[in-house]
């Protein structure tokens, strides 16, 4: 039988009913519940907890009158690096503003292209999280400092993404890896291209390894015979690639570890920075620290622009037993006379 909770009380409006792309909010707000639960395993990380416990408790929305759609006014978040609710908020803000960004850019560099780069190294117990990224961002700066990529590289925006391995004996290592947009002299691709065999020479050079490392390398060239917004589409899905959420929170729920790597993890990479910019792309985005509270309510510039409103708000609070967000009437505000 395929009967919701709505139809044993009809008390109840859940968000995601009244609208359906909401749901998102119900499916990373349960996470992040399973996240406190983890870090709860430990008196130590018992803060992280509660901050989490706190994030975005209670949503208020308008509505926009000319599309009948609600518009996100007012949340709370706990901004923990990995809380579910903030790592999705503050990566949809990230996207948003590259989007806006590299129409700029294209603007200003009409003849440049850009590359795509993936850098790795073997993986590392979790441990050993810190050093490895501390020797990873010190491999990146010599690299880019070299006459060979300094010679076709006018610009770079760089990530840092770990995974957890699946296979069992690796489930307490990690897997760090930066994802790097480059953007291109216009001659990369036929008298200054570097292939994929010389890229990881140059990485292995930077990092000083004994080993070869994975590295890939994937050109985002546009295609004359296709529409500019095609082209662009492809770039987007390079943002995608490089704006994901800096740890997956299915590898930090996975393994019923009671918490262990999630634990070692977050003291490990507590205060590193994750996004470097350089080149003419240097500064180009806001750090972690300086998006703001409202920059994750207004994801775009469109949404800022439908914030200003009557003032009329409706509200909604997540409730664990449904693990869903419920109409609070409670929570509305009416419009100013
Ligand atoms: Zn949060």
Redesign the pocket.
Known sequence: MNQSCHNFNPEINFLSELSPTEISWDQHRSM?EDLAVLYNRNIKFGKYADR?NG??GYLKFGVDADQGKLVLKEVW????RY?T??QWRRTLKMRAMMYQNIDKIIQSHPTHRWVFLTLTVKNPHVSDTRQTLKEMNAGWQRMVQSKRFKGVVDGFIRTTEITRPEKKSERMNVHPHFHAMLLVKSTYFNRDYINQVEWTDMWIKAMRLDYYPQVDIRAVKPNPRKTVDENKSKLHGAVLETFKYSIKPFDMLAYDDSGEWLHEITTQTHKMRFIATGGVLRGILKSDDEITNEDMIHITDDDLERSKDNGERIGFSYMAQYRRYVYNPKLNEYAEP
């Open positions: 992040a989490i994030c975005s978040f706990c901004r923990c809380c609710v903030c």
